[in-house]
């Protein structure tokens, strides 16, 4: 990722990147739920995120440092998780 304060989607992140999350935000029916579970699983504003490892196919599904915590989550999923690229 380019170093900026432009706030982007996990989703777009690859193996390597970190970032800061800015903000979680999920539409549709189940947004809801599908926030709310992201926020429990740690990806809260400020969380230090970095990408360890990306699937094989459709480089999906990803692993995700969020602090101390390793989290696995779609890239679908991924993509209501804003972050604001850090150094790596």
Known sequence: ??????????????????????????????????????????????????VLHEGLIG???IAVRVDDMRVALRRREAGFISIEPQAA
Do not use: I
């Open 59 to 61: 480089r999906d599904p």
């Open 1 to 50: 990722m380019a170093l900026d304060t432009v706030s982007r989607p996990l989703s777009l992140a690859r193996k390597g990147d970190k970032g800061v999350v800015s903000h979680v935000h999920a539409t549709g029916e189940a947004g809801h739920d599908l926030e709310r579970r992201l926020l429990e699983m740690g990806f809260v504003e400020g969380a230090k995120v970095e």
